[in-house]
Nanobody, 115 residues
């Protein structure tokens, strides 16, 4: 059984930084994609950033230049370094793992950007 555990959320002032982590437990195939999504109340979940097992990355336009996604395959962990955070970034961030046709989600971690 694959599980994803996120951590690193919290309260940060506008312009500040946070690093989110997501670690997969259980047996997963080495070829996969790990992604971060976020979902504000009343809105659809949106892709923030993704990274393949080979290291290819993609970002939402709204976070390009501010967020960096990277991974440690040996630790089965994906990270999201978030810099220059804005108040509109206040929401729950979710980790997603795609292995072939199987999709796994984490429980989410709250990020609050406020002074």
């Amino acid at each position: 059984q694959v599980q994803l555990v996120e951590s690193g959320g919290g309260l940060v002032q506008p312009g500040g930084s946070l690093r989110l982590s997501c670690t997969a437990s259980g047996s997963i195939f080495s070829i996969n994609v790990m992604e971060w999504y976020r979902q504000a109340p009343g809105k659809q979940r949106e892709l923030v950033a993704g990274i393949s097992s080979g290291g290819s990355t993609n970002y939402a336009d709204s976070v390009k230049g501010r967020f960096t996604i990277y991974r440690d395959n040996a630790k089965k962990t994906v990270y999201l370094q978030m810099n220059s955070l804005k108040p509109e970034g206040t929401t729950v961030y979710y980790c997603k793992l795609v292995v072939g046709v199987r999709v796994y989600w984490g429980q989410g971690t709250q990020v609050t950007v406020s002074s």
